[in-house]
């Protein structure tokens, strides 16, 4: 028996999305000129079993999200709540549409760590969506599942993830539901710090300290050659094949792992790769924009 959540895949890139700005690489190119191919930023969309509506990140695509998310010949679904996992560029760039300017939204419940509430709170743009009450800032403590609305069918819950914090922490954040535990876990600087940060040796142990059934994990980069000019280092992410060599094949009682948040640079982004065939083969995927998961 479903519980009646469903939770939609928005967008599946890295900050940048795909085409990323200015970018003339190959992927970029063709993703220009052919809809279909362009990737938004990391989102997602939950409907509650009550019907409301709440996602996961805001993103600079926000209007094109909430075009795929909606049920084709309804009114566009408008978002009652925003969780956001950290205060990097592509992860907010969408907020000041829910101000003056755009759509004049009036106290849409916001949800942030409360070390990244007090950044975010700072910013005089955001300051000034709380003086007109167009979004209210909320501090949830880690480990702490919430409701984003009462009766809602479902919790959120953020837990720590070591990732580069010039502008404030980051989580993953763990969709709660009755039967299913979704894990949305877009950046992270390596492995092995998180798998330090929760004294585990290995990747699988990590999810089950949250009984995980299906995970959305950082997928950047295929592998450390790939953006020529640019020292990888200073932009740390496990690369997909980091992932592997960690998860082997997949087993009985795993999770489902879907990659996400992916560079343009990524070579799975072309679905006739060899690289997506890699991942395929053993038994992971790469998430697509549409997909609709059940909790
Ligand atoms: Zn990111
Ligand atoms: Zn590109
Ligand atoms: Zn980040």
Same mark, same amino acid.
Request: glycine share 8%; hydrophobic share 35%.
């Given at each position: 028996?479903?519980?009646?959540?469903?939770?939609?895949?928005?967008?599946?890139?890295? @900050?940048?999305?795909?085409?990323?700005?200015? &970018?003339? &690489?190959?992927? &970029?190119?063709?993703?220009?000129?052919?809809?279909?191919? $362009?990737?938004?930023?990391? &989102?997602?969309?939950?409907?509650?079993?009550?019907?409301? %509506?709440?996602?996961?990140?805001?993103?600079?695509?926000?209007?094109?999200?909430?075009?795929?998310?909606?049920?084709?010949?309804? #009114?566009?679904?408008?978002?009652?709540?925003?969780?956001?996992?950290?205060?990097?560029?592509?992860?907010?760039?969408?907020?000041?549409?829910?101000?003056?300017?755009?759509?004049?939204?009036? %106290?849409?419940?916001?949800?942030?760590?409360?070390?990244?509430?007090?950044?975010?709170?700072?910013?005089?743009?955001?300051?000034l969506m709380i003086e007109d009450d167009n979004i209210r800032t909320h501090a949830k403590e880690f480990y702490q599942p919430f409701e984003p609305k009462e009766g809602c069918g479902f919790s959120l819950q953020f837990i720590p993830i070591p990732h580069r914090s010039e502008l404030g922490d980051?989580?993953?954040?763990?969709?709660?539901?009755?039967? $299913?535990?979704?894990?949305?876990?877009? @950046?992270?600087?390596?492995?092995?710090?998180?798998?330090?940060?929760?004294?585990?040796?290995?990747?699988?142990?990590?999810?089950?300290?949250?009984?995980? @059934?299906?995970?959305?994990? @950082?997928?950047?980069?295929?592998?450390?050659?790939?953006?020529?000019? $640019?020292?990888?280092? #200073?932009?740390?992410?496990?690369?997909?094949?980091?992932?592997?060599?960690?998860?082997?094949?997949?087993? #009985?009682?795993?999770?489902?792992?879907?990659?996400?948040?992916?560079?343009?640079?990524?070579?799975?982004?072309?679905?006739?790769? %060899?690289? $997506?065939?890699?991942?395929?083969?053993?038994?992971?995927?790469?998430?697509?924009?549409?997909?609709?998961?059940?909790?």
């Amino acid at each position: 028996m479903t519980s009646g959540v469903s939770v939609t895949i928005l967008g599946t890139a890295q @900050d940048g999305g795909i085409p990323q700005s200015g &970018c003339s &690489c190959r992927t &970029c190119m063709e993703a220009h000129k052919d809809f279909k191919l $362009r990737k938004y930023p990391v &989102c997602l969309g939950v409907i509650g079993s009550d019907g409301s %509506k709440h996602i996961i990140e805001i993103t600079k695509n926000l209007s094109e999200q909430l075009m795929i998310w909606t049920t084709i010949g309804k #009114e566009i679904f408008i978002p009652e709540t925003v969780s956001i996992s950290h205060l990097h560029l592509g992860h907010i760039e969408g907020i000041g549409q829910f101000g003056k300017p755009v759509m004049g939204l009036k %106290k849409i419940d916001i949800f942030l760590s409360r070390e990244n509430k007090k950044n975010f709170d700072n910013r005089s743009d955001i300051r000034l969506m709380i003086e007109d009450d167009n979004i209210r800032t909320h501090a949830k403590e880690f480990y702490q599942p919430f409701e984003p609305k009462e009766g809602c069918g479902f919790s959120l819950q953020f837990i720590p993830i070591p990732h580069r914090s010039e502008l404030g922490d980051t989580s993953a954040i763990i969709i709660n539901g009755k039967e $299913r535990n979704i894990l949305f876990m877009p @950046d992270q600087d390596s492995w092995e710090k998180t798998l330090e940060y929760y004294s585990k040796d290995n990747v699988r142990d990590f999810f089950r300290i949250f009984d995980i @059934d299906e995970a959305l994990i @950082d997928g950047t980069f295929w592998s450390m050659e790939e953006l020529p000019g $640019r020292n990888i280092s #200073e932009i740390p992410h496990p690369t997909i094949q980091d992932s592997l060599q960690l998860l082997g094949k997949k087993m #009985e009682d795993d999770p489902e792992i879907s990659f996400l948040h992916l560079n343009h640079s990524n070579p799975v982004n072309d679905i006739n790769s %060899k690289q $997506r065939k890699i991942v395929e083969l053993n038994g992971w995927k790469i998430a697509e924009m549409g997909n609709v998961l059940t909790l």
